[in-house]
């Protein structure tokens, strides 16, 4: 990881908060000049600290409104089976993320759809089609108490 500063610290800060804020903006709220604050979120953005910027969508509003934590081991243990599982779950829309995990299960997947009826079609049509899979678990989601996806930069400081 290439060395930050402090103000590198506040402009990843800034723009996770709001990309849309021009190099102006963000300058003007960290009392720095434009052109060095441009050069910084450029460089940002060569090291690999900006992968991309895009819109954070109103999950509600689109009324998708089932959010599954779907727990997933494999029928058998190996690294080819892995890769196979791997490859076919990023082709699956539904799954927004998905992690390898410790312990008790091979995979977690966080998997967002409209209603039940919707998450029961995924299941059964979709994810249970990837043949590598032993064993589901469904943990259904009853009320979002945080979701951010602005990462805890205080303690790069």
């Known amino acids: 990881m290439p060395d930050l ?3 590198d610290i506040q402009i990843l800060s800034l723009l996770q908060r709001d990309a849309d804020r021009s190099s102006n903006e963000i300058a003007e709220s960290l009392n720095m000049s434009q052109s ?3 050069r910084r979120i450029n460089r940002l953005e060569k090291d690999g600290l900006i992968t991309k910027k895009v819109a954070i969508l109103n999950r509600q509003a689109l009324r998708m409104d089932l959010v599954a934590f ?3 081991n494999l029928s058998e243990a190996g690294r080819r089976n892995m890769e196979l599982f791997e490859t076919a779950v990023r082709e699956l829309e539904e799954v927004v993320e998905c992690y390898t995990m410790t312990g008790a299960w091979d ?3 966080k998997i967002v759809v409209k209603d039940i009826s919707h998450y029961e079609q995924f ?3 979709r994810l249970l089609e990837v043949p590598m899979i032993g064993e589901v678990h469904s943990h259904i989601s009853v009320t979002e108490i945080k979701n951010t996806t602005e990462l805890p930069l205080r303690q790069l400081s």
């Open 5 to 7: 500063n402090d103000q």
């Open 36 to 38: 060095p604050c441009w």
């Open 70 to 72: 779907t727990t997933i």
């Open 107 to 109: 995979y977690m997947l």
């Open 123 to 125: 299941v059964r049509n």
